[in-house]
Every structure is written in structure tokens, then in C-alpha cells.
């Protein structure tokens, strides 16, 4: 019998198959949600080196890079040059908003827009011009298409601040409607760019919005379904003119409440903040069709680390937690510390371990000890080698632009 491709296991998990007949997939650094942060200081970076997310710092990871974090998934999207802070240890970004590195953290200082009395004229920046992308589609690698620009109430919080544009939204509504349109324009051209430029189809097309806090949502649900809800699905629209790849949504906060607006966006694949209010992993699971694949469900650093110090009961309750959330992907429930990524490696393997009977199983029976050993005793031989992350990525860099 024919092995089994990373894409027909991919297929089969969308078609709503909680039992993938090649193991759990594993997605690793394949965004900047769930990448891989460096926050080394500028010194002691290359003068020409770039990134993912330069707020964030997120790694650029390239098709070698995803296999040494044994990642079924990785990403292409934009890359933009590191930021040079000023001597207050200060930076702009591309939105204008200022930001000060504190301890390795980067904390927003102050907001283009936070005191302006006409936020109409407010254009976004141009759209970025670097790519980093596989070249060929690969038979053990899913294409993640990331352009890892804000959402629309990340990008109206990052210009205005996030009281001045609470107080649009409540008073001012035709100011707030203003900035959700130029985040929408900014988001399109990003998309639009990306995939037209894009040398391979990608498998997966990832949104992304912060959208709260873990007890409450930033907007309240009615301004959410009355402000958001339609320039989101422009944005859907004018992504399904380019591609009908799966669409991926990942989003913070305690969004619960409007949850079926979320996948009423024509959502495949979801990521939530698992530990916020309402969102426990298992009841998001009971709420959703099984043709919705959970993303990000499980902490694989805590799981890497009870493996590490034979933690069996926080392992085996991991394995019936996550069995309980398929459909799903095993990958990390945000971005990595470069400290963190060991850990989060072997729970990645561990979990990619467990074969569809074994999910089956445990989501009857509970944890089942033999399972349990035969994963970790597969984690004892996987081999783990960051070089390929940890040392600065050598990448090829397209020069895209609006078609």
C-alpha cells in the first residue's frame, strides 16, 4: 500500500476526520502566531537581517528550518527588516505606532493617532515588497500563506490607541468606520499581493485579529457583528478571488460569544485563546461542526517538559484532552521563546505519535498506559537540532508588488 502524503492527511482532517490516517499533523513555527521569537538586542544581530513579524521578532523559517521542529506546516509570507532602535532603546513601526524595548519586550509607547481630531485622511502604509516562500510544492510540507498583517480591530487599536478608538466606537461612529476601512484596504492589498505573488498554491490561508482579553472581548458583540463582521467578509471575498485554499482564522480573547459569526466566514481551520473565559478546548469542540479543525489546543511546552521530567500524569491527561478536541492540529497555543522551542519539539512528536485507533480509543476510554509509553518511547528517538532556527535564516527573498 501507497504511504500516505501530508496532503491527503490534510484533506481527510478537513473533510472532518478526527482520526488522520498518517497520525496527528504538526504545525510548528509555520506563523506568527505560533512562531518562534528571538529578542536578542539589535547589536547582536546582523545589520541585514529580517523577519517575520518586527514587532515580535519572529523567526524567518525556511522548508529546512520546519523539519528540524518536525513542523508538517510552513509558512510563506512577507519578511520585513529588523528594527533599529533610537538611543531611548525606541522604535517605529510600520503603522507609525512607537514602541520601547523593556526586557527583551516590546511595549507601545505612543499611537499616531491617539490625539488627532480627523483620522479620515489616515493612509496605511504600503504594502510590503519582501517575500520568503517554498519555491516547489513539497510532499511532507503544507503551505501556510501568512501575511501577518493586524486585523481590523488590532490595526484601529494600534493607530488610534485602544481607549480613543473604544471611545469611536461608542461615540464617534463614523470615525471609527473610517479606520476599520482603511484596515480593510491595507489587509486586501496585503493579501491581494501575497497571493498573486506566491510561487506555490498554499494549503492554508491564515487571518488573524486580536480581538480581547481572556475574560472579555475587546468590542462587545453587537459592535463586533455591526463594525467588524462586514469588512471581515470583504476581506474573505477579496481573498476568495485570488484562492479557494481552506482559510484559517486565529484570534485572542473570550470570543465565545460570537463564535458562530467567526465561522460564518467560511472558517476550516480555528485558533483560539484556549485559556480565556468560555473557551475551554473540549466545549469549544461540542460547539463546532467536525468539518472545523481545532488549531493550537494544546500548551506542547508544558506537554514537552512533563515528558522531560516523567510528569505521567500531566502526559496522560494531555493525550485525553487533546483526543477529546479532533479534528484538530497539534501545535502551540502561541508564539515560542527560542528557550521553549526544545520542549515544545517533543510534544509535538509525541502527539504526532498517536495513530487514529489510539485517538479513538482514549476519547472512549480515557488515557491508556500502553499508548502512552509506545509515544514516549517514539520521543526518545527523535532527534532534535535547532541550528536551522536558531542561527539567522539565509533565505531567498522575492521583490513582490501589487499586480
Do not use: K
Request: charged fraction near 25%.
Amino acid at each position: 500500500m501507497a504511504p500516505v502524503t501530508v496532503r491527503q492527511r490534510w484533506a481527510a482532517l478537513l473533510r472532518g476526520s478526527g482520526d488522520d490516517p498518517g497520525g496527528v499533523l504538526v504545525d510548528i513555527g509555520s506563523s506568527v502566531r505560533t512562531g518562534v521569537r528571538d529578542r536578542r538586542v539589535a547589536t547582536a544581530r546582523p545589520a541585514d537581517e529580517l523577519v517575520a513579524d518586527p514587532v515580535q521578532c519572529t523567526r524567518l523559517l525556511g522548508t529546512a528550518a520546519a523539519r528540524a521542529v518536525h513542523s508538517d506546516f510552513v509558512r510563506a509570507g512577507f519578511a520585513h527588516p529588523f528594527p533599529r532602535p533610537d538611543a531611548d532603546d525606541s522604535f517605529h513601526d510600520a503603522l507609525g505606532v512607537r514602541w520601547l524595548w523593556c526586557d527583551g519586550e516590546p511595549a507601545p509607547l505612543e499611537h499616531p493617532l491617539t490625539d488627532a481630531g480627523d483620522v479620515g485622511s489616515f493612509r496605511a502604509p504600503p504594502v510590503p515588497t519582501r517575500l520568503v516562500a517554498p519555491s516547489v510544492l513539497d510532499d511532507d510540507l503544507l503551505v501556510v500563506a501568512d501575511v501577518a498583517a493586524p486585523g481590523p480591530v488590532e490595526f484601529c487599536a494600534a493607530v488610534r490607541g485602544p481607549w480613543s478608538f473604544l471611545e469611536d466606537v461608542a461615540d464617534d461612529r463614523a470615525t471609527a468606520a473610517a479606520l476599520l476601512d482603511r484596515a480593510l484596504e491595507y489587509a486586501i492589498g496585503c493579501y491581494d499581493t501575497l497571493l498573486q505573488a506566491l510561487p506555490v498554491p498554499p494549503d492554508l490561508v491564515l487571518l488573524a485579529d486580536d480581538l480581547g482579553y481572556a475574560d472579555s472581548m475587546f468590542l462587545a458583540a453587537s459592535d463586533h457583528r455591526d463594525l467588524v463582521a462586514p469588512r471581515m467578509r470583504e476581506l474573505v471575498a477579496a481573498i476568495r478571488a485570488r484562492t479557494d485554499a481552506p482559510l484559517g482564522l486565529s484570534v485572542t480573547g473570550a470570543v465565545g460569544g460570537i463564535l458562530p459569526d467567526l465561522l460564518d466566514l467560511g472558517v476550516h481551520v480555528l485558533h483560539v485563546q484556549h485559556d480565556a473565559r468560555g473557551l475551554d478546548p473540549a466545549e469549544v469542540r461540542r460547539s463546532l461542526p467536525a468539518t472545523t479543525v481545532l488549531h493550537g489546543v494544546t500548551d506542547l511546552v508544558e506537554l514537552g517538559r512533563a515528558v522531560g521530567v516523567g510528569d505521567m500524569a500531566t502526559v496522560a491527561n494531555t493525550v485525553y484532552q487533546f483526543a477529546r478536541t479532533t479534528p484538530a492540529v497539534a501545535a502551540p497555543v502561541g508564539s515560542l521563546d527560542l528557550a521553549e522551542l526544545p520542549d515544545a519539539i517533543v510534544g509535538g512528536r509525541f502527539l504526532a505519535a498517536l495513530g487514529a485507533d489510539d485517538l479513538a480509543l482514549v476519547r472512549r476510554a480515557g488515557p491508556v498506559r500502553s499508548i502512552v509509553v509506545r509515544c514516549l518511547d517514539a520521543v526518545r528517538d527523535t532527534e532534535i537540532d535547532t541550528s536551522d532556527v536558531t542561527v539567522p535564516a539565509r533565505l531567498d527573498v522575492a521583490v513582490v508588488g501589487p499586480g
